[in-house]
């Protein structure tokens, strides 16, 4: 499995966390897969060296199992979505928190809710600051609207990015964005303020967050934070829960560092996911590219 790089964040994943994490989330599709359909997935992670050189960040061998047991998860791989929308006030349960706990067999990763008034207040400030100075950044911001969608007929054409019609924005919304919206107005004050109302909305309607942090930076624990993110998002999905990968804090080290020292996390740890988690009606799903696309 390699790291494309030709579909990164660019400045917006500037030291390419997200995208290894990405490919880390595809491995543990592929280990869910392979258990449901009678295989095991034996799992050899790139060392850093060769990573760098080749953009190779894994080896997957598959073993045929004598008694298949089959993977609750599977399920959950055609369903898993990310929900843009406001989340209900309600608490999540402790055994939910503390089985997802137990999701995580990665020595060196560590997960963390919050879910307290404070935390929960504190969290949709430091998220709120981060957004400001995303939209900023012109190289960052820029980079990233690259992967806006603004019709239904571009995406359906490209089959990737992010678009308001996914979210949970009122009809009338979606229609003015399909056909009023054009990129030099994303580009500008309208798109930058709409993502900066848009999120403080969402920061607000958030009962339960989670961070995913690595105790040092490599391909491998960039991988498996990918693994661990996609575990939970499966097991949310199948618990009926909605997930949103917020990346403001990581993606800006300004802002990381403030985020780890606000939230008693370790200097030395590498803070790879914060996401938001609980309950919503779904919103629209995205379309994705066919696997012959990413198959080389």
């Given at each position: 499995m390699f790291a494309d790089s030709n579909r990164s964040l660019g400045s917006a994943d500037a030291e390419h966390r997200l995208i290894q994490m990405s490919v880390g989330c595809a491995l543990e599709n592929i280990r869910v897969a392979a258990n449901q359909l009678g295989y095991r997935a034996d799992i050899s992670l790139t060392p850093n060296a060769e990573y760098e050189k080749t953009g190779m960040c894994a080896k997957v061998s598959l073993v045929s199992e004598d008694q298949p047991q089959g993977n609750p998860l599977f399920d959950s791989i055609f369903k898993r979505q990310t929900t843009r929308s406001p989340y209900l006030a309600e608490p999540t349960p402790e055994i939910i928190k503390s089985s997802m706990m137990g999701l995580n067999d990665f020595s060196n990763i560590s997960l963390r809710w919050f879910d307290d008034s404070a935390d929960l207040a504190a969290m949709a400030e430091i998220n709120d600051a981060a957004c400001v100075?995303?939209?900023?950044?012109?190289?960052?911001?820029?980079?990233?609207?690259?992967?806006?969608?603004?019709?239904?007929?571009?995406?359906?054409?490209?089959?990737?990015?992010?678009?308001?019609?996914?979210?949970?924005?009122?009809?009338?919304?979606?229609?003015?964005?399909?056909?009023?919206?054009?990129?030099?107005?994303?580009?500008?004050?309208?798109?930058?303020?709409?993502?900066?109302?848009?999120?403080?909305?969402?920061?607000?309607?958030?009962?339960?967050?989670?961070?995913?942090?690595?105790?040092?930076?490599?391909?491998?624990?960039?991988?498996?934070?990918?693994?661990?993110?996609?575990?939970?998002?499966?097991?949310?999905?199948?618990?009926?829960?909605?997930?949103?990968?917020?990346?403001?804090?990581?993606?800006?080290?300004?802002?990381?560092?403030?985020?780890?020292?606000?939230?008693?996390?370790?200097?030395?740890?590498?803070?790879?996911?914060?996401?938001?988690?609980?309950?919503?009606?779904?919103?629209?799903?995205?379309?994705?590219?066919?696997?012959?696309?990413?198959?080389?």
């Open positions: 100075a995303f939209t900023k950044d012109d190289s960052a911001y820029l980079d990233s609207l690259k992967w806006w969608r603004y019709s239904r007929e571009e995406i359906l054409k490209k089959r990737d990015g992010i678009s308001i019609f996914t979210s949970a924005a009122p009809s009338a919304i979606k229609q003015y964005f399909q056909y009023g919206v054009s990129p030099e107005d994303m580009a500008g004050d309208f798109g930058r303020q709409g993502e900066i109302d848009l999120m403080k909305n969402l920061f607000a309607a958030t009962p339960l967050w989670g961070v995913i942090t690595a105790s040092d930076v490599s391909n491998a624990s960039r991988l498996q934070s990918g693994q661990l993110f996609e575990r939970i998002f499966l097991d949310a999905t199948r618990q009926n829960y909605r997930m949103q990968a917020i990346n403001y804090v990581s993606e800006q080290q300004e802002y990381a560092n403030k985020f780890k020292e606000q939230f008693r996390i370790p200097k030395t740890d590498e803070l790879l996911m914060v996401f938001r988690m609980g309950k919503a009606e779904l919103c629209e799903k995205s379309v994705r590219l066919p696997l012959s696309d990413i198959i080389v």
